[in-house]
């Protein structure tokens, strides 16, 4: 006769409870890697088949023949002049709205809902962007479809990203700061330019360079306020073909899968070098911080 | 005198998100609702028949809206299990050198465009499918799965720093009483950290809904509502972007009017975030 000793019931359970362990993490390790090596697939293949095709000529020549030929230049102009506009309104915004939200005020009625606004403005599609900077700055405005009117679209996307990092940047800077300022007799405005913005500086730039790699990469939004223009854009209101359009448009229209490749690849190394040096920002500020 | 023309000019460019949402929603709704008004709002959503440009047109979005749920339940089921795992490991499991470069590439994963998603579905996906299991292969089953690698990010991001603020002593008290690892985290930690999970996982769903380049690229366009995974299949954001170039008149009102649908549900979605963070820290 079995007799199950309540010690080996026990025993009985701690060895499913361990396997059921051993499983679970099994599969997570599997999900982990799995997650890393799709990421490395999507830029490997695109790098591999496209760097190929990528020689200083292609950067530096404009396309023919649809962009089944020739370079990319006018498209590698367009992003940055796109990408400069879209920064140059919404830099300024972004900084002195987190200002305003951490130096100037309380929480009050008005910082909630400006706080609402911001977080709102997060989560709406590129594709209503896309709308509204054609009805409001393509039409109403008037711009048609132009570098303006694009950036204009994509400072008012790129803004809570910009806002959101400068406020956690001033905010991480330490409150004594802030007092020695006062005790020299500095007023807000003196205290906030010369105390808080430095020490915050590299945060906010990260934002700032996260936000230019977010305009690199979008194509809805700038779709239907920029234009798919290929010429050389020469004004404000010339339109314009970002890379990430001009390689929508030669993929999903056949026209090249080659250059397809290759404008993939220079636009995968663009959001590459803008991910490492907004990083590198990051890093610095931590091991500064670490430091003091 | 000069502090407070510097507050007041800090305080109005504070007011510029705050204005961009208010323009935004009233041109949308502007340039939208006049059509919603003329079929009425059933016939707008519940029409099957999309055809803008036909002598006797008919604004049916129902396809779209079908083609959207699909495609976005499917991200979920994808994303999500494989955003919590990741999740799960860079808190817990990961080793600090490991969990020092997942980092950086989680958020590469979100930095690369979505049109490089797009192309990796169109060119590599799409045929796969074609080849395995059959159908066009530009499907609701190609478009699901790139969206949902697309929405990890957001997932891993939001649901971690719902995971690190879970006290520790929660943690160790578990431990102490002798349960194991897989125990505190499945019966602990992810209860604990529950409101932020599901806030997570509800920006996800939003991301993925709001997803177009990316899907017009992988999903096939077809008008058709789609009865398995392997058809292809349009959705909101799709229809918008392919047609948007060359509409006009009655056409273009229907696009921006189902602009007015995708907004309204997109905003549903992130109050219901918002509220979900807010009650996770509160419940703190």
Known sequence: MMVTTRQQTREASVDRANLRERLAFGAIWVAAILTVLVL???????????????????????????????????????????????????????????????????????????????????????????????????????????????????????????????????????????????SLGATRWEMVTTTVLPSAMPGILTGVILAFGRAVSETAAVIFTAGTALNMPTSLLSPARTMAVHFYILAVEGISLEMAYATGAVLILTVLIINVVANALVRNVVARRLRA | MKERIIG??????????????????????????????????????FNTTWNPTAKEPSFGILPMIVGSLWVTLGAMVIGVPLGLAVTIFLVDLAPERVSAFMRPAVQLLAGIPSVVYGFIGLTLLAPL?????????????????????????????????????????????????????????????IPAARSGIIASIVLGMGRALGETMAVIMMIGNSLQLPTSVLDSATTLTSNIGLEMAYASGAHRQALFATGIVLFIIIMVLNGTTTALVRRGLVRR
């Not at chain 1, 760097?51 to 020549?61: A, D, K, N």
């Not at chain 1, 400069?84 to 809902?113: M, N």
């Not at chain 1, 400072?155 to 330490?174: D, H, Y």
């Not at chain 2, 323009?23 to 707008?44: C, D, E, N, R, S």
């Open chain 2, 129 to 189: 499918v074609r080849n395995t299991l059959g159908g066009p292969g530009l499907s609701v089953l190609t478009g699901a799965i790139v969206l949902g690698i697309m929405i990890l990010p957001t997932i891993i991001s939001i649901s971690e720093d719902a995971i690190r603020s879970v006290p520790p002593a929660l943690r160790q008290g578990a431990l102490a009483l002798g349960a194991t690892r897989w125990q505190v985290i499945k019966d602990i930690v």
């Open chain 2, 8 to 45: 007041l000019v800090l305080a109005i460019t504070a007011l510029a998100a705050l204005l961009a949402l208010a323009l935004i929603t009233f041109f949308i709704f502007q340039a939208g609702l006049p059509l919603i008004a003329k079929v009425g709002l059933p016939g707008f959503l």
């Open chain 1, 40 to 182: 490395l697939l999507i830029i490997g293949i695109i790098l591999v088949r496209g760097l190929p095709h990528v020689s200083l000529e292609f950067l530096t020549s404009a396309p023919s023949d649809l962009g089944r030929a020739g370079g990319i230049l006018p498209t590698i102009i367009g992003t940055v002049v796109l990408g400069f506009v879209a920064l140059l309104i919404a830099t300024p915004l972004g900084i002195g709205s987190a200002i305003y939200l951490t130096e100037y005020t309380r929480e009050t009625r008005l910082t909630r809902l400006i706080r609402f606004g911001t977080e709102s403005l997060a989560g709406v599609p590129s594709i209503i962007f896309g709308l509204f900077g054609f009805i409001f700055f393509v039409d109403v405005l008037k711009m048609g479809w132009s570098i303006l009117a694009g950036g204009l679209t994509l400072a008012l996307m790129v803004l809570p990203t910009i806002i959101r990092t400068a406020e956690e940047a001033i905010l991480t800077v330490p409150l004594s700061y802030r007092e020695t300022g006062y």
